[in-house]
């Protein structure tokens, strides 16, 4: 990646922009002074050696490309003139046609990176616009897998779909820990203990899972196959409605980006 590509983030300021501003620094994808970032109220304290604006014009001027990291609802009213750039877009739902209409430019990308862009262990999926060229989808593989891990996809449909699945991804291993810390305390576990056994059971799955030949559906037929006490916590799981859980909300986030998408 040449070191003269100049890189803005409008949102840098917040959360998920400054994961990915501060990742592509590490990875050398592009240089301090080649790093421009927008803020809205007061100029943080992260990365002293980029170019901070509270002018988002001002960092689109003086960016190649330009990463949209703001709330879908907040973009709506961002006037930004990106004639000639490289548009690339974090947020939820917004259509690649809506994209290049409000900020005059024939490519963009709709990515989808989640909250592990934090240690650089996102899953980060996207699709461009038909004008996007070869060198663009250089630079976007290269920004995002700084982040983690990266897939061009064939259409926005399948965009939609991953927000839920992967674009949400850090929350739902959240949700089932904190299900299991809660009965493990309900049974006399301090809730010290039952935190580190819970944390330390839902990484563990995740490196063997990475490591592993096996897909899912190998290690849970092993587990259930030995009828012991995992294969009693599966079926009772199961019957009790947990694949149709899973079923349920992610098809209720497919169709929250795709009606958000619909309002941009």
């Not at 947990?242 to 980006?257: C, E, H, I, P, Y």
């Amino acid at each position: 990646m040449s070191g003269s590509l100049r890189i803005g983030v409008i949102g840098g300021a917040g959360w998920l922009g400054g994961a990915i501003a501060g990742a592509v620094l590490d990875a050398g994808v592009v240089k301090a002074s080649d790093l421009a970032l927008s803020y809205r109220r007061e100029k943080p304290g992260i990365l002293p050696d980029a170019f901070w604006t509270a002018d988002n014009q001002e960092l689109a001027d003086r960016s190649d490309v330009i990463i949209l990291s703001v709330r879908p609802q907040d973009w709506r009213s961002l006037k930004v003139d990106a004639c000639g750039k490289l548009v690339i877009s974090v947020m939820a739902g917004i259509r690649l046609s809506s994209l290049c209409n409000n900020h005059q430019t024939e490519r963009a990308v709709r990515t989808l990176p989640n909250a592990a862009a934090e240690v650089g262990l996102s899953y980060t999926p996207w699709v461009a616009s038909p004008n996007v060229r070869e060198d663009d989808r250089t630079i976007v593989r290269a920004i995002f897998e700084a982040c983690g891990v990266q897939d061009e996809v064939a259409s926005e449909s399948q965009i939609d779909y991953l927000t839920g699945l992967s674009g949400s991804g850090p929350a739902f291993p959240a949700l089932l820990a904190l299900a299991m810390i809660e009965h493990a305390k309900g049974q006399g576990l301090s809730a010290e203990v039952a935190h580190r056994a819970v944390v330390t059971v839902l990484k563990g799955a995740g490196r063997l899972m990475e490591r592993r030949e096996e897909c899912p559906s190998d290690v849970v037929r092993t587990f259930v196959d030995y009828r012991g006490t995992t294969a009693a916590a599966i079926e009772e799981m199961r019957a009790s409605g947990f694949n149709d859980a899973v079923s349920r909300g992610l098809s209720a986030a497919f169709q929250k980006s795709v009606s958000m998408g619909d309002a941009s």
